[in-house]
């Protein structure tokens, strides 16, 4: 399976998050400030197969890290999938800007983050109905009415 990086600076999140990747097969590496995530991707061999950042960190936000990422041919064509408490639109767009490939809002079903992370990673994925979590991907956040929530200031 994949090599993933989980940017994340709640503890918690992280626990959870290893817990579901790794029963999956996964090979999980925590990071808990951009700085850190940007550093270990670099480091890894073989390489980081995706990443899945939080918005809020210490150090370096997400945006940030994914600057930094940019930034060196031996990061830039890692998939970066956010994975936030922020459904503020300008979060949503400024994502889709830095050319993240999905965009998952906590809390999340499992099954719909593997998925997700599939998909990141190319793999077929048998159709299936709707998630009932708000899982986008860049390309289907254009609008405000994407979000499909009353509340656009709600922050992480």
Request: charged content about 25%; proline content about 4%.
């Amino acid at each position: 399976m994949a090599r993933i990086i989980i940017g994340e600076d709640n503890e918690a999140n992280c626990e959870l998050l290893k817990k579901i990747l790794s029963r999956n097969g996964h090979r999980v590496f925590v990071a808990h400030n951009g700085r850190d995530v940007v550093e270990m991707a670099k480091r890894l061999q073989p390489q980081t197969e995706i990443i899945l950042l939080d918005i809020m960190m210490p150090i370096m936000d997400g945006f940030q890290t994914i600057a930094e990422l940019q930034r060196d041919w031996r990061t830039q064509s890692i998939p970066v999938i956010m994975i936030t408490g922020s459904n503020d639109l300008k979060n949503v767009l400024r994502s889709k800007s830095a050319g993240v490939v999905g965009y998952v809002l906590k809390p999340f079903e499992p099954a719909d983050l593997l998925e997700r992370i599939d998909r990141a990673l190319g793999k077929e994925i048998a159709p299936k109905d709707q998630p009932l979590v708000k899982i986008f991907s860049a390309g289907e956040l254009s609008s405000k009415a994407a979000l499909g929530t009353g509340d656009e200031n709600q922050s992480e």
